[in-house]
Antibody
Framework: QVTLRESGPALVKPTQTLTLTCTFSGFSVTTSGMCVAWIRQPPGKALEWLALVDWDDDNYYSTSLKTRLNISKDTSKNQVVLTMTNLDPVDTATYFC???????????????WGQGTLVTVSS | SYVLTQPPSVSVAPGKTARITCGGNNIGSKNVHWYQEKPGQAPVLVVYDDSDRPSGIPERFSGSNSGNTATLTISRVEVGDEADYYCQVWDSSSDHPYVFGTGTKVTVL
């Protein structure tokens, strides 16, 4: 069974750095064409794509947030980690990780998602 | 950046048909994907590449795309279909190439 699960702190103070972990099973992020992405959703608002890492270790970021984001993968642990620096209350959101199969072959939809983890930025 | 516009809400009676639109400039030239999101649950892909259904998604879910509007149609609506629905495209020229729509809340009356 293929699953993804997000984990991280529920509460972060402004200006701090957020580290989120996506732990997955049932697939390998080193399989050709595999990608894992992070997407967030502020309360009551729409989904927003943040970053993506592919099977070949190429990383892609939202242009508006790229200076604050870093995505990496730990293949030994089946994990993808997202760090976001200089947190602000507007970063309060549910953060999801999601998979794209065959992302390097022109596939651009997320076929599997985690349940998300709510992160609140507040002092 | 590319913008996708959805109606905030759609209400439908059980057994009837719900149609959710997703508007974007020449969206017919792009592949449109649709997700169902229920509170506290992982979003689920219900239609990809305009009109294809992933394994396990009922045939009641269908999609179309032409001109400036893509549409997700839910036939014979069930209470369990009540959820938020988001369209999504890939636009290489956008700040966020994976572009999501504004979302539509489907309420089953």
């Amino acid at each position: 069974q293929v699953t993804l699960r997000e984990s991280g702190p529920a509460l972060v103070k402004p200006t701090q750095t957020l580290t989120l972990t996506c732990t997955f099973s049932g697939f390998s992020v080193t399989t050709s064409g595999m990608c894992v992405a992070w997407i967030r959703q502020p309360p009551g608002k729409a989904l927003e794509w943040l970053a993506l890492v592919d099977w070949d270790d190429d990383n892609y970021y939202s242009t508006s947030l790229k200076t604050r984001l870093n995505i990496s993968k730990d293949t030994s642990k089946n994990q993808v980690v997202l760090t976001m620096t200089n947190l602000d209350p507007v970063d309060t959101a549910t953060y999801f990780c999601a998979r794209i199969r065959y992302c390097t072959s022109g596939v651009h939809y997320f076929d599997l998602w985690g349940q998300g983890t709510l992160v609140t930025v507040s002092s | 950046s590319y913008v996708l516009t959805q109606p905030p809400s759609v209400s439908v009676a059980p057994g009837k048909t719900a149609r959710i639109t997703c508007g974007g400039n020449n969206i017919g030239s792009k592949n449109v994907h649709w997700y169902q999101e229920k509170p506290g649950q992982a979003p689920v892909l219900v239609v990809y590449d305009d009109s294809d259904r992933p394994s396990g998604i009922p045939e009641r879910f269908s999609g179309s795309n032409s001109g400036n509007t893509a549409t997700l149609t839910i036939s014979r609506v069930e209470v369990g279909d009540e959820a938020d629905y988001y369209c999504q495209v890939w636009d290489s020229s956008s700040d966020h190439p994976y572009v999501f729509g504004t979302g539509t809340k489907v309420t089953v009356l």
